[in-house]
């Protein structure tokens, strides 16, 4: 897999995204997240970043890192597509991501996933992340599970 940085509002990004929330709304019973969509202006440089995944030309999987505050980066929009899951593609994404995250100054990088991503929740414990109470818009969400990690 490729991974390269794109807008969050080229297609190929929109379509990533697009899917994941189709996803999350089939997951959560048609309720939507307490994040929202971002606009794409969060995942411009120098505050933020978005990338996406290409195998064969097809994107494959995506992330974005935008700003929370001076020194911590939020991992926002990460997602494989299920046909290319299983194959580390999520693990290359976030590595990616922590790189990205370092490169643009952030000592500190945190995340939301739900409660019932298991498999999300499983990667982010095994790539070190560790557990945090809900924050921001996921504060009063009994759906969230938040992590952080030190970069």
């Known amino acids: 897999m490729e991974i390269r940085r794109e807008k969050f509002d080229s297609d190929a990004a929109r379509e ?3 899917a ?3 996803e ?6 048609g309720v939507p ?12 440089p120098p505050a ?12 494959v999987a995506c992330g974005g890192i935008a700003r929370y505050d001076e020194a911590t980066a939020e991992i926002r929009r990460m ?3 299920p046909e290319a899951r299983g194959r580390g593609l999520s ?3 976030l590595a990616a991501l922590e790189d990205e995250a370092k490169a643009l100054g952030y000592s500190l990088v945190r995340l939301e996933t739900g409660k019932l991503q298991t498999e999300a929740i499983g990667l982010y414990a095994s790539a070190g992340f560790a557990p945090i109470p809900r924050y921001g818009p996921f504060a ?5 599970v938040c992590f952080e990690k030190p970069l």
């Open 140 to 144: 009063n969400d009994p759906r969230s």
């Open 79 to 81: 997602y494989v597509v």
């Open 48 to 59: 933020g970043v978005f990338l996406v995944g290409r195998e064969d030309g097809e994107p």
């Open 33 to 44: 997240g307490s994040g929202g969509l971002p606009a794409a202006a969060v995942f411009e």
């Open 16 to 18: 990533l995204a697009d």
């Open 20 to 22: 994941l929330e189709a």
């Open 24 to 29: 999350l709304l089939a997951t959560y019973d």
């Open 91 to 93: 693990r290359r994404v």
